[in-house]
């Protein structure tokens, strides 16, 4: 193992096979914290490479708690997070609607890590259950076809590199990780990515992993999500390969910049006039972030997608399906 750490201490490439010996080995606590820590170091100077990511996130899978109740047609809108702009909760309130739509949706998470409240934050202070055991999450999902996943509870392997991460106090390539290990294994998925210089490694990963259905979106202006007010490039995942794609929001909106949030109090605001659907620019960010997530499933026209997502966020809808996460 010492000559794996050497390797990549030295920038050297490994095949794919020493790759997942090597993060095998960090995670169950045969590498010391000083070669866990070098080598994290050394990725990411290097630039982390598809084989990298996609041989970490095997290895990660192998250790998950997976669920055991899946119905079919999975989504998660689960992104990496790191794009530090402590915007508006989008990919979770995404996720809500989506559930309103009847889609079955796994909405993987976590607290906060760079920006000012995370998924899992926001939901527990709207009152919806966010670290339910296993089997309360599979009761959970059958009942209202959403569950959240709060990552912590289904990658007690990591708590072994965690306290590392931590101390390095810069993004290494378990940052990237998150959206590859939801526990359900959903069919489809949003990803947002904090870097568009990413965009292809991180597809090129995906396809490694035999993943389809896949949208990886990162904006312009550098949010990990599909921006209001610039455009966003991404990278569609289907059986016949990777698709480059730009969206631009002229062709749906008026672009305006994107809501952000500096507490937790303004976080709860813009959460409840979001799912309202009482704000025209919220409805608006909301829709085009649904309707490429809703396309996956559904192949519909992305304009009539759009306006859907609209009119249920106007009806109320989204917001009485939401209650009924609340609490129970």
């Known amino acids: 193992?010492?000559?794996?750490?050497?390797?990549?201490?030295?920038?050297?490439?490994?095949?794919?096979?020493?790759?997942?010996?090597?993060?095998?080995?960090?995670?169950?606590?045969?590498?010391?914290?000083?070669?866990?820590?070098?080598?994290l170091i050394a990725l990411r100077i290097k630039g982390e490479t598809e084989e990298e990511i996609s041989a970490a996130a095997t290895v990660l899978n192998r250790y998950k708690i997976k669920l055991d109740v899946k119905p079919k047609n999975k989504i998660d809108t689960c992104g990496t997070g790191g794009d530090g702009k402590s915007t508006i909760n989008v990919s979770t309130i995404v996720s809500i609607v989506l559930g309103s739509f009847g889609f079955n949706v796994v909405k993987h998470g976590n607290v906060a890590q760079s920006g000012k409240v995370g998924s899992a934050d926001i939901l527990e202070i709207m009152g919806v259950p966010v670290k339910l055991t296993k089997e309360d999450a599979e009761k959970f999902l059958l009942k209202h076809n959403f569950v959240f996943l709060f990552a912590p509870n289904y990658h007690p392997i990591l708590k072994s590199v965690g306290k590392i991460r931590r101390e390095l106090k810069v993004p290494t390539i378990f940052n990237y990780l998150g959206p590859m290990l939801n526990p359900a294994d959903p069919e489809y998925q949003l990803i947002g990515i904090n870097s568009a210089s990413k965009l292809d490694v991180y597809a090129k990963a995906l396809v490694k992993m035999n993943k389809t259905n896949v949208l990886v979106v990162s904006s312009k202006d550098g949010y990990d999500e599909i921006s209001s007010n610039d455009v966003t490039f991404a990278r569609k995942i289907t059986g016949k390969g990777i698709e480059e794609l730009v969206i631009n929001p002229q062709d749906f909106f008026s672009p305006f910049e994107m809501p952000r949030v500096e507490s937790n109090d303004e976080a709860k605001e813009l959460f409840k006039r979001a799912i309202e659907g009482a704000d025209e620019k919220l409805n608006n960010l909301i829709a085009i972030n649904t309707a490429y997530a809703f396309q996956l499933i559904e192949n519909d026209d992305l304009k009539t997608i759009f306006e859907k997502v609209v009119n249920k966020l106007k009806s109320g809808e989204v917001k009485k399906y939401f209650e009924s996460l609340r609490g129970n």
Do not use: C, H, P, W
């Open 1 to 39: 193992m010492e000559t794996l750490v050497k390797k990549i201490n030295s920038e050297e490439r490994l095949a794919f096979d020493e790759y997942v010996k090597f993060f095998d080995s960090m995670v169950n606590g045969s590498l010391t914290d000083a070669q866990i820590g070098s080598a």
